[in-house]
C-alpha cells in the first residue's frame, strides 16, 4: 500500500510537553499535508509541505521532510488539551492523478 | 465563505432504501473529494471529480454507489440499495488544484449515515 504509515498510532502527553508524530511512506510524493481531526468533526488542513522543501513552521507547529527516507514529522511544541485530537499525514504522490492518500492516524491525548 | 456545505448531516435509514447525499463546495474549487471514513479502514478516498469530470472512481466500493456533480457547485454521492456495512461517515472535500500538485484540501461536516 502506498498510504503513508503513522506512528505512534496513540500518544498521551501532558499540557506543555512537546508531541511528535511520524510519518512513512513508500514512493515519490509532489507534496504531504497534515490534516487534524476533532472527535466528530471534519478534518482540517494545518500544514502543507512540498517534496523540494525539508522544514516548516506554522505558529507552534515544526514539520519536516526527508525525501531520502520517506518520511515527515510533525512536531506540536508546548502542547494544550486543545490540541487534543487525531492527526493525519496526506500524500501527495507523483503520477497518481492528483489525488491525496491519508494515513490511519496519530490520536493525541493532552492532559490538563 | 461558508466552508464546504454537506447535507443532511445525519441520516439513518433500513437496509435497502436509497440514500443520496450532497456537497456544496467551496465557490472557485475546481476539485471535488468523496471520502468515508469507519473505524476499521480509516479515512478512503471514493472518488474525485476535476472540473466537474469525474477521474478517479476506483475507491467506490461497488456500484451500488453513484456520483455524479452536474455543475461546479453541486455534487451528490448515491447508495442504492444501502446495506448496513455502509454505516459510516461520508466526507466531501474542495480544493483548488494546480499543476505544481494537490493544494489544501477544506473538508465540509461530514454525513453521519447509519444503516439498519
Known amino acids: 500500500s502506498q498510504q503513508g504509515e503513522e506512528d505512534p498510532q496513540a500518544l498521551s502527553i501532558q499540557e506543555g510537553e512537546n508531541a511528535t508524530m511520524n510519518c512513512s511512506y513508500k514512493?515519490?510524493?509532489?507534496?504531504l499535508q497534515w490534516y487534524r481531526q476533532n472527535s466528530g468533526r471534519g478534518l482540517v488542513h494545518l500544514i502543507l509541505?512540498?517534496?523540494?522543501?525539508r522544514e516548516k513552521h506554522s505558529g507552534r507547529l515544526r514539520v519536516t521532510l526527508d525525501t531520502s527516507k520517506k518520511s515527515s514529522s510533525l512536531l506540536i511544541t508546548a502542547s494544550r488539551a486543545a490540541d487534543t485530537a487525531s492527526y493525519f499525514c496526506a500524500t501527495d504522490f507523483k503520477n497518481q492523478g492528483g489525488k491525496l492518500i491519508f494515513g490511519q492516524g496519530t490520536e493525541l491525548s493532552v492532559k490538563p | 465563505d461558508a466552508g464546504v456545505i454537506q447535507s443532511p448531516r445525519h441520516e439513518v435509514t433500513e437496509m435497502g432504501q436509497e440514500v443520496t447525499l450532497r456537497c456544496k463546495p467551496i465557490s472557485g474549487h475546481n476539485s471535488l473529494f468523496w471520502y468515508r471514513q469507519t473505524m476499521m479502514r480509516g479515512l478512503e478516498l471514493l472518488i474525485y471529480f476535476n472540473n466537474n469530470v469525474p477521474i478517479d472512481d476506483s475507491g467506490m466500493p461497488e456500484d451500488r454507489f453513484s456520483a455524479k456533480m452536474p455543475n461546479a457547485s453541486f455534487s451528490t454521492l448515491k447508495i442504492q440499495p444501502s446495506e448496513p456495512r455502509d454505516s459510516a461517515v461520508y466526507f466531501c472535500a474542495s480544493s483548488l488544484t494546480r499543476d505544481r500538485g494537490l493544494e489544501t484540501q477544506y473538508f465540509g461536516p461530514g454525513t453521519r449515515l447509519l444503516v439498519l
Open positions: 509541505i512540498r517534496s523540494n522543501e
Open positions: 514512493t515519490s510524493i509532489n507534496n
